[in-house]
């Protein structure tokens, strides 16, 4: 859980050490950090101080199965978590900051990064795929492969060069399209605007 507080907390600290100094866009990832922090101090009982305890009750419930100083206590230990976190992914962004500044000159050119992107600018990932993001890797890999084959013009030319646009930018839509079922069906381009809007709805 760490480690995915330390994740989300990558483009707010991105922003202090490239800019010196921060933005709104980070709002969502420190309501996550914010969220992962209690959860592991309330829920989970991975605190020393609080020990193996857990309050399922909403913290802003006015009859609280603790009291105002124990209240007090969780908060501090928060926010004693979420500065620990900070000040790692502080100290590894400034120790790769080289490939910190690879990764935005990249952005710059492309717009979006997958995951061949990555493994090329800082090399393979430090633990094994989960089989949930092997699937999605090896998706886009498939998609790829097809487009590199399809010729220009007729089924395989603007119409599905319209679909691969649309799919890649999403990876609801994606996973989607790489179903057998989507395979047999050439789409005019209302129709793959229509049919990607109704799976994203979906998924979402």
């Not at 991105?14 to 914010?34: H, K, S």
């Not at 790489?178 to 050439?186: G, I, K, V």
Request: with cysteine; charged share 30%; glycine share 8%.
């Amino acid at each position: 859980m760490l480690d995915k507080m330390c994740m989300a907390l990558g483009g707010r600290v991105a922003e202090e050490i490239v800019f010196g100094r921060i933005t709104t866009g980070a709002a969502d990832d420190l309501d996550r950090v914010t969220k992962l922090a209690y959860s592991q101090i309330t829920l989970y009982g991975m605190n020393e101080k609080i020990g193996t305890l857990s309050f399922q009750q909403d913290r802003q419930e006015v009859n609280r199965p603790y009291s105002e100083a124990t209240a007090q206590l969780i908060d501090e230990e928060a926010r004693k978590l979420v500065a620990g976190a900070y000040e790692r992914t502080r100290a590894l962004l400034v120790e790769q900051r080289e490939q910190l500044n690879l990764i935005a000159e990249t952005l710059l050119k492309q717009e979006m990064l997958v995951h061949d992107d990555m493994v090329r600018l800082v090399g393979p990932r430090q633990f094994e795929m989960g089989d949930t993001y092997k699937e999605f890797v090896n998706t886009q890999h498939k998609w790829k492969s097809k487009e590199e084959k399809k010729p220009e013009g007729g089924e395989g030319g603007e119409g599905g060069a319209r679909v691969a646009r649309t799919t890649s930018s999403s990876p609801q839509c994606t996973l989607q399209y790489a179903t057998p079922q989507a395979e047999t069906h050439t789409h005019t381009e209302a129709e793959t605007h229509t049919h990607t809007e109704a799976e994203t709805h979906t998924h979402t």
